[in-house]
C-alpha cells in the first residue's frame, strides 16, 4: 500500500531560518498529498495539500509542490517564527484514490528558538 | 462551527477496566474517523463511520474496542478490559467528502495504569 516517509527529528532553527521538511512517497497512482501540524496538546490540523502531479499547496508561508519525478512533498517556510514550533505530518491515502482515511508519516518535530 | 469536540480530554485508569471516550463531530459532516497516536509516532487509522454506518474498521481494532455513532452525529469509542498498551492519544476527525482533508478534535489521553 502507499506509504510515506519523513525525515527525522527533532529540527531546531533559529526565528527568520529556512525551514525543509522532506517527505517521500511510494504510491499507486497520483493521489491527494497533505500535510498536517500539530501544536503542543493539540489534534492535528491541516497545513495544506496538493491534489494533482505539479501542484503546489500552500498556507501561513508554508509551501509544498507535488513532484511526481521525485516522489516527494516536502514542506518549505523562508522564515519561520517561534509559533511554528509543532509537530509536522506528512500524510496520503493508503492507496488508489480518495482519501477516506489517511496514512501518516512519523511527524517531524520542529523547535524554532528566538 | 465549534468544531471537532472530545470529552474527556484526559483519562486515567487501572488495567482491565473499562473507558468510552465521545466525540462530537461539526455538525453538518457525515463523516467520522477515529485514529490512535502513540508517543512519536504518526496517527494510525482505527475506524470510518459515513452517517450511522461503520463503513471501515483497522486490524488495530481488537475485539476489545467498538465503536458507534447511533444517529450520525455523535460517536463513542469504547475499549473494554483496557491493557497498558492501549495507553496512546485517541484523535477523531470528522469531514464532509473525501478529498479535502479532514477536521480533528483535540484527541482523548488515555493512560492505562
Known amino acids: 500500500g502507499n506509504s510515506v516517509t519523513q525525515m527525522e527529528g527533532p529540527v531546531t532553527l533559529s526565528e527568520e531560518a529556512f525551514l525543509t521538511i522532506n517527505c517521500t512517497y511510494t504510491?499507486?497512482?497520483?493521489?491527494?498529498l497533505f500535510w498536517y501540524v500539530q501544536y503542543p496538546g493539540e489534534g492535528l490540523q491541516l497545513l495544506l495539500k496538493?491534489?494533482?502531479?505539479?501542484d503546489k499547496g500552500s498556507n501561513k508561508g508554508f509551501e509544498a509542490t507535488y513532484r511526481k519525478e521525485t516522489t516527494s512533498f516536502h514542506l518549505e517556510k523562508g522564515s519561520v517564527q517561534v509559533s511554528d514550533s509543532a509537530v509536522y505530518f506528512c500524510?496520503?491515502?493508503?492507496?488508489?484514490?480518495?482519501?477516506?482515511?489517511?496514512?501518516f508519516g512519523k511527524g517531524t518535530k520542529l523547535t524554532v528558538n528566538p | 462551527d465549534t468544531g471537532v469536540s472530545q470529552d474527556p480530554r484526559h483519562k486515567i485508569t487501572k488495567r482491565g477496566q473499562n473507558v468510552t471516550f465521545r466525540c462530537d463531530p461539526i455538525?453538518?459532516?457525515?463523516?467520522l474517523y477515529w485514529y490512535r497516536q502513540t508517543l512519536g509516532q504518526g496517527p494510525e487509522f482505527l475506524t470510518y463511520?459515513?452517517?450511522?454506518?461503520?463503513?471501515?474498521k483497522s486490524r488495530l481494532l481488537s475485539d476489545r474496542f467498538s465503536a458507534e455513532r447511533p444517529k450520525g452525529s455523535f460517536s463513542t469509542l469504547e475499549i473494554q478490559r483496557t491493557e497498558q498498551g492501549d495507553s496512546a492519544m485517541y484523535l477523531c476527525?470528522?469531514?464532509?467528502?473525501?478529498?479535502?482533508?479532514?477536521?480533528f478534535g483535540s484527541g482523548t489521553r488515555l493512560t492505562v495504569v
Open positions: 476527525a470528522s469531514s464532509l467528502r473525501g478529498g479535502r482533508g479532514y477536521t
Open positions: 504510491a499507486t497512482g497520483y493521489p491527494s
Open positions: 496538493a491534489t494533482k502531479a505539479d
Open positions: 500524510a496520503l491515502p493508503p492507496q488508489g484514490g480518495g482519501s477516506e482515511k489517511l496514512v
Open positions: 455538525s453538518e459532516h457525515n463523516r
Open positions: 463511520f459515513q452517517n450511522e454506518a461503520q463503513l471501515e
